[in-house]
Nanobody, 117 residues
């Protein structure tokens, strides 16, 4: 059974940082790329960052690449999203996604990030 469990969200002031984590189980994690998405209120889900199976290739939404960093630890079956200099527009539910595991995609339940003073 595939499971993706996000953690690390919360309330942070503008300019602050958060590190999101996604713990993965149920498939051979090191064989698959992973993504982080987010969905703000009344908006569609958007891709934030992607990382290859080995972690040596990353991709970011253009407007976020200076502030967000995706990484992974294949020994621990985890993927991370470091978010710095957070802005109110970063407020959203953040989701971990395994986009193509033997033809299927899997999502976590999401973790809420709220940036507010």
């Amino acid at each position: 059974q595939v499971q993706l469990v996000e953690s690390g969200g919360g309330l942070v002031q503008p300019g602050g940082s958060l590190r999101l984590s996604c713990a993965v189980s149920g498939f051979t994690f090191s064989n698959f790329g992973m993504n982080w998405y987010r969905q703000a209120p009344a908006k569609g889900r958007e891709l934030v960052a992607a990382i290859s199976k080995s972690g040596n290739i990353t991709h970011y939404k253009d407007s976020l690449k200076e502030r967000f960093t995706i990484s992974r630890d294949n020994a621990k079956n985890m993927v991370f999203l470091q978010m710095n200099n957070l802005k109110p527009d970063d407020t959203a539910v953040y989701y971990c996604q395994a986009p193509n595991v033997l033809g299927s995609e899997y999502w976590g339940q999401g973790t809420q990030v709220t940036v507010s003073s």
